[in-house]
T-cell receptor
Framework: GDSVTQTEGQVALSEEDFLTIHCNYS??????LFWYVQYPGEGPQFLFR?????EKGSSRGFEATYNKEATSFHLQKASVQESDSAVYYC???????????FGDGTQLVVKP | EAAVTQSPRSKVAVTGGKVTLSCHQT?????MYWYRQDTGHGLRLIHY???????EKGDIPDGYKASRPSQENFSLILELASLSQTAVYFC????????????FGPGTRLTVL
């Protein structure tokens, strides 16, 4: 079945560090891929999406590139800030339905 | 701006009691969803709905019922609450268009004692 794997449960960085959160997926065809962010006490918020191979999604300084060959959609940011501390979810939506499958989430902690 | 509201925001229930969680959206979206969030498990889909008066089972429907009486409202019902249903519950809505993102409510923290 369709699934998303986030390998890091938690990532701890200092301000201005480079961020990578890994996301790999399993699905047939070309599913839409998403990143969501969840701040403490809030519901998840849509960050951006990509739906074609080699398409780059981006928002608020975060970006990820759809890689069909590697079945990956890794989240990156060049210089993180303390305010980026949150839980980040990778998700996919298969072509044949409107359900979204979420990964287990990655807790990002940025120290000043 | 899309808006999804949930009530109550927090609830304490007794084991074996009935619990109803409510969700209201003003986005004019066709699709609505109920998720459960537990530490280490991310978001798991309980029930969802494509249209009023119809609901579908998600990945973990056991112990839960859902009701969609109108396009705007979607309820999650725990007929016999159990300790294992202590969690944070999120409602979401989305448009029917392809690749549409989901808009989430603020969540309901449910504690079953």
């Amino acid at each position: 079945g369709d699934s998303v794997t986030q390998t890091e449960g938690q990532v701890a960085l200092s301000e201005e560090d480079f961020l990578t959160i890994h996301c790999n997926y399993s699905a047939s065809g070309y599913p839409a891929l998403f990143w969501y962010v969840q701040y403490p006490g809030e519901g998840p918020q849509f960050l951006f999406r990509a739906s074609r191979d080699k398409e780059k999604g981006s928002s608020r300084g975060f970006e990820a590139t759809y890689n069909k060959e590697a079945t990956s959609f890794h989240l990156q940011k060049a210089s993180v800030q303390e305010s980026d501390s949150a839980v980040y979810y990778c998700a996919l939506r298969a072509n044949n339905n409107n359900r979204i499958f979420f990964g287990d989430g990655t807790q990002l902690v940025v120290k000043p | 701006e899309a808006a999804v509201t949930q009530s109550p925001r927090s609830k304490v229930a007794v084991t074996g009691g009935k619990v109803t969680l409510s969700c209201h959206q003003t986005n004019n979206h066709d699709y609505m969803y109920w998720y459960r969030q537990d530490t280490g498990h991310g978001l798991r889909l309980i029930h969802y709905s494509y249209v009023a008066d119809s609901t579908e089972k998600g990945d973990i429907p056991d112990g839960y019922k859902a009701s969609r009486p109108s396009q705007e409202n979607f309820s999650l019902i725990l007929e016999l609450a159990s300790l294992s249903q202590t969690a944070v519950y999120f409602c979401a809505s989305s448009d029917r268009q392809g690749y549409a993102e989901q808009f989430f409510g603020p969540g309901t923290r449910l504690t079953v004692l």
